[in-house]
C-alpha cells in the first residue's frame, strides 16, 4: 500500500503535499497527498465519509488547510475561496449542487461573468452565451425558466455546463453522475473525453466503480482520511480496489434473490386507475405483503411521481386505492404515514435533512410526528434507537450529537434512510435510496432491505441502478414516459429486459 | 414573460389598476392627472425608501433603520444649511454621504460579524434617532431660497404637475432597477438572498454584497430624508417613526417575497403607489376618522395580498392549462 504511481515525466499540473484538515472531533484529512498531469481523468474514491469532498473544499479554498502544499502549474497555490479557485483556472461542481434555484438558468449560467454592453448586462447575449453553455452538455431546456423549475438532473447538469464554460485548466466533479440516468452520463464521458484531449485536467469523484474503469486514467483512494495509494487505473482489478477502499475483502454482490411470488391476497396496496392529468398516466399496481416492487426508468419516466401520488403529495383525480383491502383516500402525507405508509424522497437536500439539527433528531423526526408531538418519545428510547441504526448502516459520525450538515454527503442519505425504517411503515416507498453511498453500505442497505421484506414490511424502490433492481426485487414495474409500460416478475427480471422495455 | 417570477409583480400592477379603476368610479375628481402628480409626489419619500430597501430584502436581509435615518439627514441639512449657513447642494452631498457612510457601517457590522441584521439595523434605528435628538429637539425650518426653489420646481402635464421630488424619485427608481438587472452586484443581490451558501460556492464575494446592500439603502434612505426636507421645508427628530415598516410593506405589496431572492425592484414602485391609492380613497370618502383610517389601511393591505396571491393561483393553473 502507500503506492504512488508515477506519471510519465511531464510536469503534473497540480501537486499536493501531504495536506491534512481536522475539524472538531475528526481528523477529515491526514497528510494526503495527490498528483494529476495536464489531460488527466483522475478517480478519487473512498467510502462515505472518507474525505473526498473535504480534499477538494481545501483545494478550492473553502475551507483553509491546516498543513501541507498546494503546487498548481508549479506556482505555490492558495486559494481564499472558491471564486478565487475559480479565477486561477479551478472550476468546481461541488456535491450538493450549488447553484441558485430562484435565478433563471441564464442567470446562474452566467453568474460573474455576464456578457455587458456599454458596461451594462446585455440580457441577450447572456441568454445566447447560456445556450452555448446548454449545447455542450446535450440540454435543450429554456434557459429563461427558474432553475428550480426542472429536475436535480437537469440542475446537475447545468451545474456541469457552468464549471465547463469557465476557462479552466482543472475541473473538479464532487459525484457528478449521482442523479444523471445512463444516457446523460454517457454524454458526460463524451464530454469528458474532448475536455481531456484539451489538455484539462479533471478530478472524478464517484461511487460507481463501472464509470471508474470506464473513464480514468489513475485512481487515488482515501480511506478514513489517510491517504492509501494512487494507481494506474488499468493495472488495479476491481477487488483490489475495494480492498483498498473499505480496507477488506467484500463477498460477491450476487446472493441469489428470492423469487417466489407471494400470494396477492395478501396485497398492502393496491392502486387501479391512479393517476394525475399532466402529471402521471394511470397506473395499475398492486404490492404484496414482504414483497419489494423495484421502479425502472429513465430521470423523468414518471418514478418519483408514482411514489409522490401513492404518498399524497400530490392529489390524484382519478383513480382508486386500497390499503389492505379497505379503500382508502389519501389527501396528504401525514394521513399516508397514519395509514402506514413512509416516504423517502429523492431530494435529500431539499426534502429531506435539516441541515442545523443533529443526527438524533433528524433521525427521530419521521417517528415523532408518527406518534403525535404530544407524546415526546424518551430521550433513552431515542438514543438506544439512533444508536442501533448509527451501527446497523454503519454511519460515520462521532456522536449523535453532531448537527448532521457536517456529516459527508454519503451519510446524510443514511440518515435519512434511517429516518423512516424506524417508523416501521406497512410500505416503505424509497426513491434511490442509494445515491452517493459507498459500495459497503449499498451492500448493507440491501441487505437491510432483504431483512425488512422477511419480517413482512413492502417495499417500492425507484432505482436507476438496474443492477441492483435485478439482485433485490421481486417485481419490476417499468416506467415510460410517465406511464407504467411493463411489468416483469421473476425469472423475467434481468437487466437486459429492463433495458428492453424503456428502449421500446 | 408571464412566467413564475414575473406573476407576483404582474399581479400587483393588476390590484393596483383595480384599486383606481374602483376610485375613479365611485369618487369625482379621482381620475386624471391631478391626483396621479400629487400621488407621486406624496409617496416619492416611501418609495425611495422603498427602492433601497427591496435591495436588502431581495439580498435576504432586513433594514429597520431607514426611518430614523430620514430623521437624521433632515436634521443633518438643517444643522448644515441654518446653522452652518452652508450651500443647500453642498449640505445635500454631504448629509447623503453621512447617510452612506452609515448604511455601510451597518453592512461591515453585520457581514464581519455575521449578526442578524435585525438586531444590527435595530441598533441604527434608536442610533440614528438619538443623533437627530442630539443635533436639535425642536422643529427647525430650513429657510433657503435655493431650497424653496427646488419644492417650486415643477413640470405642468395637463391639470397635473410633476414637481421636483416627484422626478428625483422617478430617477431613483430608474436607477434602482437598471442596478439590479443590469449589473453583476445586482445579480449577486439575488443569488445571495436565493441562497447564500451556493452563491459563496459559486464566487459571488458574499460578505462585501452584504456591505454594498446597507450601504445602498443607507444611499436610498438619506436621499429620501433630503426629499423630505426640500418638500416640507422643514426638520425635526419625530419625522419618519415607522417609515420602515411602511418601507417592507411596500415592498411585500409589490410582489417580493421576505424570504429574499426572488421580486423586483419596480415593485417597490407598485407597492409604495398601492398605499398611496388606499390613503387617497380614504382621504375622498371622507367619513373616516384618524384611528379607523389605520384599521381600514391594515385590513386593506391584508385584503390586497390576499388578492395578489388568488390572481397568482388562478393564474398558475391558467397557465399550466395553456402551455399543455
Ligand atoms: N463542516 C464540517 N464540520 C465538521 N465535520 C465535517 C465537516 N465536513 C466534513 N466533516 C467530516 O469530515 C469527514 C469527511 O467528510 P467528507 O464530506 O469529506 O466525506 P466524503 O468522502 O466526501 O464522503 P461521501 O462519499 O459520503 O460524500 C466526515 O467524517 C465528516 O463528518
Ligand atoms: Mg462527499
Redesign the interface.
Known amino acids: 500500500m502507500g503506492v504512488l504511481e508515477p506519471v510519465v515525466d511531464v510536469q503534473p499540473l497540480l501537486e499536493i503535499k501531504n495536506i491534512s484538515k481536522g475539524f472538531a472531533g475528526v481528523q477529515a484529512l491526514n497528510k494526503v497527498s495527490f498528483s494529476i498531469a495536464p489531460g488527466e481523468i483522475h478517480a478519487l474514491l473512498g467510502e462515505n465519509g472518507a474525505g473526498k469532498s473535504t480534499f477538494i473544499k481545501v483545494l478550492t479554498g473553502v475551507y483553509t488547510r491546516d498543513s501541507g502544499k498546494i503546487l498548481f502549474d508549479g506556482q505555490d497555490f492558495h486559494a481564499t475561496s472558491s471564486g478565487h479557485a475559480q479565477t486561477q483556472g479551478v472550476s468546481t461542481v461541488y456535491q450538493e449542487v450549488n447553484l441558485i434555484p430562484t435565478m433563471t438558468v441564464t442567470e446562474n449560467l452566467t453568474l460573474l461573468q455576464q456578457p455587458k454592453r456599454f458596461g451594462l448586462i446585455s440580457p441577450k447575449r447572456a441568454k445566447q452565451r447560456a445556450l452555448e453553455m446548454l449545447e455542450r452538455v446535450g440540454l435543450n431546456i429554456d434557459p429563461s425558466k427558474q432553475l428550480d423549475s426542472y429536475s436535480i438532473a437537469v440542475q446537475q447538469l447545468v451545474a456541469i455546463a457552468r464549471a465547463i464554460g469557465t476557462k479552466a485548466k482543472l475541473l473538479i466533479l464532487d459525484e457528478p453522475t449521482a442523479s444523471l440516468d445512463a444516457k446523460e452520463v454517457l454524454r458526460l464521458f463524451e464530454l469528458m473525453r474532448q475536455l481531456k484531449s484539451q489538455g484539462i485536467s479533471i478530478i472524478f469523484v464517484t461511487h460507481f466503480l463501472d464509470q471508474v474503469y470506464e473513464i480514468t486514467d489513475r485512481i487515488t483512494v482515501l480511506r478514513n482520511g489517510s491517504f492509501i495509494g494512487t494507481y494506474a487505473t488499468k493495472k488495479l482489478p476491481q477487488a483490489e480496489l475495494i480492498h483498498a477502499m473499505v480496507g477488506k475483502s467484500l463477498d460477491e454482490l450476487t446472493s441469489g434473490s428470492n423469487r417466489e411470488t407471494s400470494d396477492s391476497a395478501d396485497d398492502v396496496l393496491r392502486i387501479q386507475n391512479f393517476g394525475k392529468q399532466r402529471f402521471l398516466k394511470p397506473v395499475d399496481l398492486s404490492i404484496a405483503k414482504g414483497e419489494i416492487v423495484g421502479l425502472a426508468g429513465m430521470l423523468g419516466s414518471g418514478r418519483s411521481e408514482l411514489c409522490e401520488i401513492i404518498f399524497g403529495a400530490q392529489a390524484v383525480d382519478q383513480g382508486s386505492m386500497e390499503i389492505a383491502q379497505n379503500a382508502v383516500h389519501i389527501k396528504s402525507p401525514k394521513q399516508a404515514i397514519d395509514h402506514g405508509l413512509g416516504y423517502c424522497p429523492e431530494d435529500r437536500k431539499i426534502d429531506g435533512i435539516i441541515a442545523e439539527l443533529s443526527v438524533r433528531e433528524n433521525m427521530i423526526l419521521a417517528l415523532q410526528a408518527k406518534r403525535g408531538w404530544l407524546k415526546p418519545i424518551p430521550m433513552t428510547e431515542q438514543k438506544a434507537m439512533v444508536e442501533s441504526m448509527i451501527e446497523r448502516l454503519s454511519i460515520k459520525t462521532p456522536n449523535l450529537n453532531k448537527p448532521i450538515g457536517e456529516l459527508s454527503g454519503g451519510n446524510q442519505q443514511k440518515v435519512i434512510l434511517a429516518r423512516w425504517l424506524l417508523t416501521q411503515p406497512t410500505l416503505l416507498l424509497l426513491d434511490e435510496p442509494t445515491r452517493g453511498i459507498d459500495i459497503g453500505a449499498h451492500h448493507d442497505i440491501i441487505a437491510i432491505m432483504k431483512e425488512l421484506c422477511e419480517q413482512g414490511m413492502s417495499l417500492l424502490v425507484a432505482s436507476s441502478e438496474l443492477e441492483e433492481l435485478v439482485i433485490f426485487a421481486h417485481r419490476v414495474v417499468v416506467m415510460k414516459d410517465r406511464k407504467k409500460v411493463m411489468e416483469l416478475t421473476g425469472s423475467d427480471i434481468s437487466q437486459k429486459s429492463i433495458v428492453n422495455a424503456i428502449a421500446q | 414573460m408571464l412566467?413564475?417570477?414575473t406573476l407576483p409583480l404582474i399581479s400587483a400592477i393588476i390590484v393596483l389598476l383595480l384599486l383606481y379603476g374602483f376610485g375613479s368610479i365611485a369618487y369625482q375628481g379621482f381620475f386624471g392627472l391631478r391626483l396621479a402628480g400629487y400621488l407621486l409626489t406624496d409617496n416619492a419619500f416611501i418609495i425611495v425608501t422603498a427602492v433601497g430597501m427591496a435591495f436588502v430584502i431581495l439580498s435576504g436581509g432586513i433594514d429597520l433603520s431607514v426611518g430614523s435615518m430620514i430623521a437624521f439627514v433632515c436634521a443633518l441639512m438643517a444643522l448644515l444649511v441654518v446653522k452652518f449657513q452652508i450651500h443647500p447642494v453642498v449640505a445635500i452631498a454631504i448629509s447623503v454621504c453621512v447617510g452612506t457612510l452609515f448604511g455601510t457601517v451597518m453592512g461591515l457590522v453585520i457581514a464581519i460579524f455575521k449578526i442578524q441584521p435585525f438586531i444590527v439595523t435595530l441598533a441604527g434605528m434608536f442610533l440614528f434617532r438619538g443623533l437627530g435628538y442630539v443635533i436639535n429637539t425642536q422643529q427647525v425650518k430650513i429657510d433657503h431660497p435655493f431650497m424653496s426653489s427646488l419644492s417650486e420646481f415643477g413640470i405642468i402635464i395637463g391639470q397635473g404637475e410633476l414637481n421636483f421630488v416627484a422626478i428625483i424619485m422617478i430617477l431613483f427608481l430608474a436607477l434602482g432597477v437598471?442596478i439590479s438587472?443590469?449589473?453583476?452586484f445586482g445579480?449577486?443581490v439575488?443569488?445571495i438572498?436565493?441562497?447564500a451558501?451556493?452563491?459563496?460556492?459559486?464566487?459571488?464575494?458574499v460578505p462585501w454584497t452584504t456591505v454594498k446592500v446597507y450601504a445602498l439603502s443607507g444611499f436610498y434612505s438619506s436621499v429620501a430624508g433630503v426629499l423630505f426636507a426640500v418638500a416640507t421645508g422643514s426638520a425635526y427628530p419625530e419625522i419618519g417613526i415607522a417609515v420602515e415598516l411602511d418601507a417592507i410593506a411596500a415592498v411585500v405589496l409589490g410582489g417580493t417575497l421576505l424570504t429574499g431572492?426572488?421580486g423586483y425592484v419596480f415593485g417597490a414602485f407598485i407597492g409604495g403607489m398601492t398605499f398611496g391609492v388606499i390613503q387617497q380613497l380614504i382621504n375622498f370618502d371622507g367619513t373616516l376618522n384618524a384611528a379607523s383610517t389605520r384599521i381600514v389601511i391594515g385590513a386593506l393591505l391584508l385584503l390586497f395580498i390576499l388578492l395578489q396571491k388568488i390572481i397568482l393561483v388562478w393564474a398558475k393553473k391558467f397557465s399550466?392549462k395553456g402551455s399543455?
Open positions: 412566467n413564475e417570477r437598471i438587472r443590469y449589473t453583476r445579480h449577486n439575488y443569488a438572498g436565493g441562497d451558501q451556493s452563491a459563496a460556492l459559486i464566487g459571488v464575494n431572492g426572488v399550466a399543455d
